[in-house]
């Protein structure tokens, strides 16, 4: 509600609050065009057709909400930034509005960074339709609106994302098309939920490989289907993707505590090495600890 009710007042009286934070105390008249469209595709369309004509007529123009086309691994995905400001000059500047509050003229460092990533994937975005617009360019700096130290009055910071912007792109451009993915999948796989039976898509998701690390349970909803198949096979990736990086050839628990043991690897392998010296150490301080009670035996403080 708080956040609703910031939004609110920044963008209020056609945009006036949000301008002036702009530098720009009279803007004169602000054109705040209607971008309702039906369905997304619609939404999207309308949105490039106001930032064309925005781009043109030499005045200021107000973009409420929005919505861009962004192509993720083949897959168009949309995006809804709070508020997209056109220059007269043809200029495109993202507008983020936050609702944590700037302290003495510095807000949490890492809400700050949240922000800047998710504008940056917004620049990259609007980048998209200036391509295709004549005289339009998009701005590498995103303008942040918060709340200034403890009351509701908007503060506005410039937030370079040439960086975020940079990495965003470098990591899309790295992304497995799903077209790509759908061709390896096996013959007559399918995950259609409307029109496959529950055994028939329990044998589908039976069929294809599993790719397990921690972080899956997060984001995805099989993650415990694949936790499950990767504990069964022994898979090192169950323990984290930075072990299993450390951990070089040797892919299985099995393969692991072996090699700890002495009992296989190679000595000359660095994480076979290390893994014997680490169960060397182990056992010597073992053995040089004083005796204890059977965690079984001891009582409860409390």
């Known amino acids: 509600m708080r956040g609703n009710s910031f939004e609110a007042k920044v963008k209020a009286d056609g945009g006036r609050e949000l301008l002036r934070l702009l530098g ?25 057709l106001a930032l064309r004509e925005a781009t043109g007529s030499g005045g200021w123009t107000l973009l409420d909400h929005p919505l861009l086309a962004l192509e993720v691994a083949g897959s168009p995905v949309y995006l809804e930034p ?21 302290v003495d003229g510095s807000a949490d460092a890492a809400k700050v960074g949240a922000a800047a990533r998710q504008a940056a994937v917004y620049v990259l975005a609007l980048e998209r339709v200036a ?6 360019r998009v701005a590498h700096s995103v303008l942040l609106v918060c709340p200034k130290d403890f009351s509701n009055v908007p503060t506005a910071s410039v937030v370079d994302v040439r960086k975020q912007r940079a ?15 759908a061709e ?56 984290g993707r930075s072990v299993r990086g450390e951990l070089g050839g040797l892919t299985t628990v099995g393969a692991v505590l072996a090699a700890a043991r002495g009992e296989a690897g190679d000595p000359d392998d660095p994480a076979v090495a290390a893994l014997r010296r680490a169960r060397a150490l182990r056992e010597e301080a073992l053995a040089s600890a004083p005796a204890r009670m059977p965690r079984e035996h001891v009582e409860c403080p409390c």
Not at 25 to 40: F, I, K, N
Not at 131 to 136: F, K, L, S, W, Y
Not at 203 to 215: G, N, T, W
């Open 24 to 48: 720009v105390e009279e803007p004169g008249g602000v054109s705040v065009p209607d971008l309702t469209a039906a369905g997304p595709e619609g939404r999207v369309a309308r949105t490039a």
């Open 82 to 102: 709070d508020a997209v400001v056109v220059r007269p000059d043809g200029g495109w500047t993202v507008v983020e509005i936050k609702s944590f509050p700037t």
């Open 131 to 136: 391509a295709v617009t004549e005289g339009a």
């Open 167 to 181: 990495v965003t792109r470098r990591q899309l451009g790295r992304l497995t098309r799903i077209d790509e993915i």
């Open 184 to 239: 390896a999948l096996p013959e007559g796989v399918s995950f259609d939920v409307a029109e496959r039976s529950p055994e028939e898509l329990t044998a589908s998701v039976e069929s294809v490989p599993h790719q397990y690390a921690p972080e899956c349970l997060a984001a995805c909803e099989l993650a415990f289907h694949c936790r499950a198949r990767s504990r069964e096979a022994g898979a090192v990736e169950t323990l």
